[in-house]
Every structure is written in structure tokens, then in C-alpha cells.
């Protein structure tokens, strides 16, 4: 697997929040998007689609979540002493809040605010409703 995937995968100028996973062993990657026009789109290791389309409430609660489960200061897990650790990543832009976090061991060694922030975000995808066709 190309390790480039890691930083050709930035945050979209349009999307307030990515989640990417990198396993390299398994030759897997998977990235969630979250738009600010409320699309998450979702990225399988071979194709996109769009899951959903969260609602103006849903968006706050989403960013809320965030705040919550203390992702803004959470710091990074190194991969010290683990072997065949995957990488999961999260991109966020929201306001003055702008920053990446990174677990290096996962799964292995578990990251508090993402596996809180994640939970979180899929009960509210759960809920959310399809997007319309355009």
C-alpha cells in the first residue's frame, strides 16, 4: 500500500471532519467525510458513496461530540513496541478549532476521544436520513 495515502487524503476544503484507516498489512483504507452541506461520504478501499445526509441539528450534535469526547486536545498514540499496527486518523476544521489526531497503534492500543467521538457518530449516522436525489 502506498504510504502517500496518508497525506493525499487531507481534509476537503468543503468538510469539517475525516476519520482515515490504514491498515497496510491488510491493504485496507477507509476514510469518512463529513461536508459541511451535511453529505457523509465513505470511502471502502475501492469506492465512494454517499451514507447520508445529516441535518443542521445533526451537524451540531456531530460537532458537539468533538468537543465532548475531548478530541480538540487529545494527543497522539505512538506505535512503540507494537507490531503490524494500522493507523487510524482524524482531520477536523471547525471555527478556530483545526488540527489532526493520530493513533498509530491501532487497535492495539485504543485512543479515549476518537473510540468516544466514533460511538457517538454512529449512532447519530444511524439516525440520520439518506440525502435526495439530485
Known amino acids: 500500500m502506498d504510504s502517500s495515502l496518508i497525506t493525499q487524503q487531507a481534509l476537503p476544503e468543503d468538510a469539517f471532519l475525516s476519520i482515515q484507516y490504514i491498515d497496510p498489512l491488510k491493504r485496507v483504507m477507509t476514510l469518512r467525510v463529513y461536508h459541511t452541506d451535511g453529505r457523509l461520504r465513505i470511502f471502502d478501499s475501492q ?30 498514540v505512538a506505535d512503540s513496541g507494537v507490531s503490524d499496527p494500522a493507523l487510524w486518523i482524524w482531520r477536523w476544521r471547525l471555527g478556530e478549532e483545526r488540527g489532526a489526531a493520530y493513533n498509530r497503534a491501532y487497535p492495539v492500543r485504543t485512543h479515549a476521544a476518537m473510540e468516544c467521538a466514533h460511538e457517538r457518530l454512529l449512532q447519530i449516522e444511524a439516525n440520520a436520513a439518506p440525502c435526495a436525489e439530485q
Open 47 to 76: 469506492q465512494w458513496r454517499v451514507a447520508c445526509c445529516f441535518s443542521g441539528d445533526e451537524l451540531a450534535q456531530i460537532r458537539e461530540t468533538l468537543r465532548a469526547c475531548g478530541l480538540f486536545t487529545a494527543e497522539d
